[in-house]
C-alpha cells in the first residue's frame, strides 16, 4: 500500500498500478516501513463519504521504521512490530480494513481512510488475508 492522499488529520493509504493483491508486488528482500492500525470505532470524518474502494478503517494508522520483509514471517511477527512501536491494540494494516454502508457494516478493498499523518508516496508493508501476497507467502 502507498499513501494516496491526505486531509484534515486524515490519510487515504492504497494501491496504485503497480500493486498487485493477489501474489504480491514487492519481493521480501525489500526494505519498508510496516503500515500498522489501531482500530477506536471512531466516527467518519466530514469530507470522506466510504466505499468499496475507499472505505473508513474507524481508527488511526502509523509506519514503523523500515523493516525488510524477510523478517516478516507471519502476520503475528507484523503485529507484534507494531504493538512494540505503538503499543496496545496496534496491528498491522490490512487490504480490506476499509468500511463502508450506513453503519460501516461492510468491508471493501485497494484503499481506505484513517486518522494519521504519513509520508507522501511511500510504499508499506500491509497484509491482504485472502491472498498468497503477504511477505511470509
Not at 494516496?4 to 525489500?30: E, L
Not at 519498508?32 to 482500530?39: A, D, G
Not at 478493498?109 to 504519513?118: C, D, P
Request: aromatic share 12%; net charge negative; charged share 10%.
Amino acid at each position: 500500500m502507498l499513501v494516496d492522499g491526505a486531509a484534515n488529520g486524515t490519510v487515504r493509504v492504497g494501491a496504485d498500478s503497480a500493486t498487485d493483491p493477489y501474489y504480491g508486488d514487492t519481493p521480501a528482500t525489500a526494505t519498508l516501513p510496516l503500515l500498522c492500525l489501531r482500530v477506536t470505532g471512531s466516527g467518519v470524518p466530514s469530507g470522506i463519504t466510504p466505499d468499496f474502494y475507499a472505505g473508513w478503517a474507524r481508527g488511526t494508522v502509523a509506519a514503523t521504521p523500515p523493516v525488510q520483509g524477510k523478517a516478516l514471517t507471519s502476520l503475528s511477527v507484523a503485529n507484534s512490530l507494531c504493538v512494540q512501536y505503538y503499543g496496545t491494540g496496534w496491528r498491522m494494516a490490512e487490504f480490506h480494513d476499509g468500511r463502508y454502508g450506513s453503519n460501516l457494516e461492510s468491508s471493501g478493498g485497494w484503499s481506505f481512510w484513517a486518522h494519521g499523518y504519513l509520508p507522501a508516496n511511500t510504499r508499506f508493508w500491509a497484509a491482504i488475508d485472502d491472498q498468497p501476497a503477504n511477505p511470509w507467502n
